[in-house]
């Protein structure tokens, strides 16, 4: 690493970390960060140490941005996904919030016609049924169905699936690559609600996922339920001129 890079590098790490706290202390949910401007004039720094500094804040939830006003500060009760193919967990982890999960049900069942056809199997193929309540510092954030085809993921049991499944695939070689994803508003059922820690009827986020592995070969189903005034999801969309 040349003398330059070293001190880019430094550049980048103090304008972070000054961000971060004045995020914790002076600047409030919703709060405008400084212009690319102020912030060059204030730190001394180049305006591509800026977006690098301000990108990583954005990448943990720390900020987000409004298309022609500008950066704000997230609220930190709710939880902003982006559409990278990433775990709960690891979406916990990156907040620095601890994830956990409480198994509701495991079995090992044969897949029906819905979940056959998702999955490209068989009906009456083996997969693993897990439905899971997921939290985030003890608070549930989630009601999650998942599939799993076990001829292509190997045998599961409780202790398995209790933490990351992403963590628990990689370890056995099955790699997830992408997936197709569905977004929609609803609301929770009395069930649902007193899972979630809500009233019934409470507005909810319903996410129906099939992730592939880097082959295109489906290797997970799920259905998720997410509170909706804890979670949210974010997506960069583009303008596309004739």
Not at 51 to 67: D, F, M
Not at 84 to 91: N, R, V
Not at 183 to 209: E, F, H, K, N, W
């Amino acid at each position: 690493m040349t003398a330059n890079t070293g001190k880019t590098a430094w550049k980048h790490e103090a304008l972070y970390t000054a961000l971060r706290a004045e995020i914790g202390s002076t600047l409030r949910p919703h709060d405008p960060l400084p212009s690319e401007r102020e912030l060059v004039a204030r730190f001394g720094v180049s305006r591509a140490t800026v977006r690098q500094a301000v990108g990583r804040l954005e990448e943990e939830g720390l900020v987000y941005r409004a298309q022609g006003s500008g950066t704000f500060v997230a609220d930190p009760a709710t939880i902003s996904k982006s559409l990278a193919l990433t775990s709960f967990s690891e979406d916990m982890r990156s907040r620095r919030l601890t994830p956990d999960s409480r198994l509701l049900d495991f079995t090992l069942t044969e897949a029906g016609v819905a979940v056959a056809r998702d999955l490209s199997l068989s009906p009456g193929a083996e997969v693993a049924h897990i439905r899971r309540l997921r939290l985030a510092d003890g608070l549930p954030m989630c009601i999650e169905e998942v599939w799993l085809p076990t001829e292509r993921v190997g045998e599961l049991d409780a202790a398995v699936v209790g933490g990351s499944l992403y963590g628990a695939l990689g370890a056995r070689g099955v790699q997830p690559h992408h997936a197709d994803q569905v977004i929609a508003a609803t609301v929770v059922d009395a069930d649902q609600a007193a899972l979630l820690g809500v009233a019934p009827y409470s507005p909810a986020l319903r996410v129906d996922r099939i992730t592939y592995d880097q082959a295109g070969v489906a290797i997970e189903r799920a259905e998720s339920m997410y509170r909706a005034d804890r979670y949210d999801f974010r997506i960069t969309v583009i303008r596309r001129t004739s």
